[in-house]
């Protein structure tokens, strides 16, 4: 995958003919030629498939998708545009060209449907040449397939997107015609500038981050009985800088930008480093701290609490036993009628499994939790 790849597309289809169940939302004039050509550094594999996914500002896209289970490898460019090889400069100055995310991908580990949820939590796929902040046609969101066989998965997957909007889905489908990959400067962009600007929110990133990094463990079991050790070098590696920073440095993460905070769906929280379960969503309360509260964890037993002494304050602070990874602090302000204490927890040393999803993810046993 190290090698430019630059080849002509042999797709027989004139530039302004839609598949079968796919249309174009885009304001671009359709009858404008659309050079046919692939400028690419990624190449798939044996075994492995791509897909091209436009969804706003490629920075964001690519993050997500680059720490998706599965994914293998990932680049941004510019595709479907009527000129050749545009600079990122004329692609702001409405070149044509979507702003565009190419995916390769192991369909073994992930399928394109499944890729392609993920992708549509990402972006809002009503709206026309625009996403989050940013407006103009490279900011339209399309789904283009170099494989036809494709074709029919992206059209049903957005016929059943349509149904859960009654604002029309304007997300282009159509056969990739030409791709040129971004100049350097935007490859891999929020790796190189962590504080930059991303319209996908951070909190589905991190929860691919986290799904990823489960994978790492080699034994899917996670029984009542099973005994939770340390995690190994490889799981750690998986996590993200600020969940290595939290779970192994007694970091904190900002208050209120977190993924948990305000989640309050059904499910378990394990620990992100081993996948040891370690509180439940019927304890949790909205304390109005900007981090997740628990009135208790799920076992005592599981937890360790140590005199903190830092920032010349005196607290609690709270680890799972088995790892040994920081999880945060315990307070005495929690509410009465649920025995008074706050759990105070860092989401980026938590995994949430929904409880839909806690049998197939190895959790089938703590599931009678939620009958106790």
């Not at 839609?18 to 692939?38: F, H, M, Q, T």
């Not at 026309?128 to 407006?135: A, C, F, L, T």
């Not at 992100?272 to 900007?290: H, R, W, Y």
């Not at 009465?336 to 995994?351: M, V």
Request: hydrophobic fraction near 35%; include cysteine.
């Amino acid at each position: 995958m190290s090698k430019w790849k630059n080849f002509l597309s042999v797709l027989a289809m004139a530039a302004t003919s839609l598949v079968s169940g796919c249309s174009s939302s885009s304001a671009r004039d359709p009858n404008a030629p659309v050079p046919e050509e692939i400028f690419q550094q990624l190449v798939k594999g044996n075994g492995e498939s791509e897909i091209f996914l436009a969804g706003g500002c490629f920075w964001g896209t690519e993050e997500l998708m680059r720490n998706v289970r599965g994914v293998v490898d990932v680049e941004v460019g510019y595709a479907n545009g009527n000129t050749r090889n545009p600079t990122y400069r004329q692609v702001c100055r409405d070149s044509g060209h979507a702003e565009t995310v190419h995916v390769v991908y192991n369909p073994n580990e992930v399928s394109l449907t499944e890729l392609l949820e993920i992708f549509s939590q990402s972006i809002d796929p009503t709206t026309v040449n625009r996403q989050g902040n940013d407006v103009g046609v490279q900011y339209r969101t399309g789904i283009y397939f170099s494989d036809a066989a494709d074709e029919s998965v992206v059209a049903d997957f957005l016929k059943h997107l349509q149904e859960k909007y009654s604002e029309p889905v304007a997300v282009e489908c159509l056969p990739i015609k030409n791709f040129y990959r971004a100049e350097d400067e935007h490859q891999r962009y929020l790796v190189k500038n962590p504080n930059g600007y991303c319209h996908v929110p951070r909190s589905l990133i991190d929860e691919q981050v986290k799904s990823k990094a489960a994978c790492a463990f080699a034994d899917k079991n996670f029984s009542r009985g099973k005994i939770f050790g340390k995690p190994d070098e490889q799981t750690l590696e998986q996590l993200t800088d600020l969940q290595r920073a939290v779970t192994q440095q007694a970091a904190t993460e900002p208050p209120f930008r977190n993924e948990y905070d305000a989640e309050f769906r059904a499910g378990i929280y394990v620990d992100v480093t081993n996948g040891q379960p370690l509180f439940i969503s019927a304890d949790k309360f909205d304390s109005g701290c900007g981090w997740p509260a628990f009135s208790k964890p799920i076992d005592k037993s599981l937890i360790d609490e140590r005199t903190d002494l830092t920032f010349n304050m005196r607290r609690t602070e709270v680890r799972a036993k088995a790892s040994g990874a920081h999880l945060g602090h315990v307070f005495d302000d929690g509410p009465k009628n649920l025995g008074g204490l706050r759990y105070c927890i860092n989401s980026a040393s938590l995994r949430f499994i929904p409880r839909e999803k806690m049998q197939t993810e190895g959790y089938g046993e703590w599931l009678n939790l939620f009958d106790e």
